[in-house]
């Protein structure tokens, strides 16, 4: 790849995660102590983007690969998007955010596939090309999380303008990118292709069964992290969270680069069942920590999303990869993301909010608190009974046999 390319698609992806790293992390936070929402209302503004993720896809599959080039229409997202944050940034009621902030992700999440899809475009060989690009969004993310830090947004609507004017610099950058024409011109696209339903014949194989629902219903108590543990940070008094979540994403790349490691040495059940063990480890270390003598436990908690995220969503896609055959892996994918960052997470979304509310305490003056400690337990112990199941009942012989 001609090193102009690399060094776009590199900005590209720096800029596409710095957008969501701006606000995502510490929205928990703004919404909690400065907007005062409830519980449940936190919960469907962090469902927003799993609502997005579900209709996304249709999106992309029926008008962003058929009619226009892929440069264009993230042009025309990021620069509806921007402005989009700039309005959410002036909007203090429930009833104008929310729609607001629903609107502005169903313009966002199309673009991950469609960053993803325009970098592969320029690739000869995207398993070797692309790793080296995408950590750049991580990164992204990262210095993301710095900036809110020193800019002091972490409660305040900063955060979103700053998204917003990222959002609209990306959109500008957009047109600068390499031109990608649409890939399924005169072919018909059916609502099968989109949801990836062709990998629901792998289902009729156990394995693939188990790991389908496994995968979907550690999602449940995955959203409690996402949704929860800025605001959980800020609430009881630790300082600048947004660069301290960062701890996460270093923790990723980290554990990225030792994946081959513990791949050929675990398998897939084992680096899925670590991969779940950490979740329940991380929330109970949430329940037994505070921001004195306990916030050791908070940083271990906070280290170990390496270990939550990458042992088990990018295993659980090296296996998809190995199950589904060729003509598959596409839908089989796409069939996972839907089922899990869409359907799952969105439930998650749902019952976080009310775990919440239920653990509300209004002090004299009025001041609002929780009793984190209880309110861990719930994602804690569902995540225990999912691995605890799906330990019992997964069995990777035939992905092993294939390697």
């Not at 907007?35 to 209302?41: A, T």
């Not at 940070?233 to 790349?253: C, D, F, P, R, Y």
């Not at 019992?392 to 092993?400: G, H, P, Q, S, Y």
């Amino acid at each position: 790849m001609p090193i102009a390319v690399r060094l776009k698609l590199s900005l590209l992806m720096f800029l596409q995660y710095f957008i969501w790293g701006t606000w995502y992390v510490t929205m928990g936070p703004y919404l909690n102590e400065t907007l005062k929402f409830s519980g449940p209302q936190q919960g469907l503004a962090y469902g927003a983007t799993a609502l997005a993720a579900i209709v996304s896809p249709f999106f992309v599959g029926m008008v962003a690969d058929r009619f226009f080039a892929t440069e264009k229409i993230l042009a025309v997202l990021h620069l509806v998007g921007g402005l989009l944050l700039f309005y959410v940034s002036t909007l203090d009621s429930f009833s104008t955010f929310y729609p607001v902030l629903l609107i502005y992700t169903l313009c966002y999440m199309p673009t991950l596939a469609l960053a993803n899809s325009l970098s592969f475009r320029q690739m000869k060989d995207p398993g070797k090309e692309f790793p080296g690009i995408r950590v750049l969004g991580t990164i992204g993310w990262i210095v993301a999380g710095y900036a809110i830090a020193v800019l002091g947004f972490g409660t305040s609507a900063g955060m979103f303008q700053a998204a917003a004017a990222a959002s609209i610099a990306l959109g500008l950058y957009s047109f600068a990118l390499p031109h990608t024409p649409p890939t399924s011109v005169g072919h018909a696209v059916t609502m099968r292709d989109i949801l990836g339903l062709d990998a629901l014949a792998l289902m009729k194989e156990r394995s693939f069964l188990i790991f389908v629902l496994g995968s979907f219903l550690i999602c449940i108590p995955l959203q409690f992290y996402y949704g929860l543990a800025g605001t959980f940070l800020s609430e009881i008094g630790v300082a600048n969270v947004s660069s301290k979540m960062t701890l996460g994403q270093w923790s990723e790349i980290g554990f990225m680069l030792l994946m081959p490691f513990f791949f050929v040495r675990l398998g897939v059940k084992w680096m899925l069942i670590v991969g779940m063990i950490a979740w329940t480890v991380r929330y109970t270390l949430f329940a037994l920590g505070d921001a004195g003598a306990g916030m050791w436990m908070l940083y271990v908690g906070i280290l170990l999303h390496g270990i939550c995220y990458d042992f088990f969503f990018v295993t659980g896609q090296i296996y998809v990869d190995k199950k589904a055959p060729a003509h598959l892996r596409g839908a089989a994918q796409g069939f996972i993301a839907f089922v899990t960052l869409g359907v799952g997470m969105f439930i998650g979304s749902l019952v976080f909010g009310p775990v919440v509310d239920a653990y509300k305490l209004v002090d004299a003056s009025g001041v609002v608190s929780h009793t984190w400690s209880a309110i861990w337990v719930f994602p804690a112990a569902a995540a225990l009974l999912v691995l605890v199941l799906f330990a019992a009942m997964f069995n990777d012989r035939v992905a092993t046999e294939a390697k």
